[in-house]
């Protein structure tokens, strides 16, 4: 399902609001059902968007690296 600009801005304020962090953007991906989430410029997740039955929901995904683990 697509999401449209006024998805992404209502999601990334929502998300800056939600952690505190202004830091935290949303840029649209050359496919239409996702978008990535940013945090300072780093890329650290996809939005999925999900309409089931007229119920609509966002899921973030978000890959952790083990390696990205070990540093911190």
């Known amino acids: 399902m697509n999401l449209t600009k006024d998805d992404i801005s209502k999601l990334q304020s929502y998300l800056q609001k939600k952690f505190g962090n202004?830091?935290?953007t949303i840029r649209e991906r050359r496919v239409a059902d996702s978008v990535e989430v940013y945090?300072?410029?780093?890329?650290?997740?996809?939005?999925y968007?999900?309409?089931d039955?007229?119920?609509v929901s966002y899921d973030f995904n978000m890959s952790i690296l083990d390696i990205d683990i070990e540093e911190a």
């Open 22 to 24: 202004p830091g935290l």
């Open 39 to 47: 945090l300072n410029g780093e890329a650290i997740g996809t939005i």
């Open 49 to 51: 968007k999900d309409n």
């Open 53 to 55: 039955e007229g119920e």
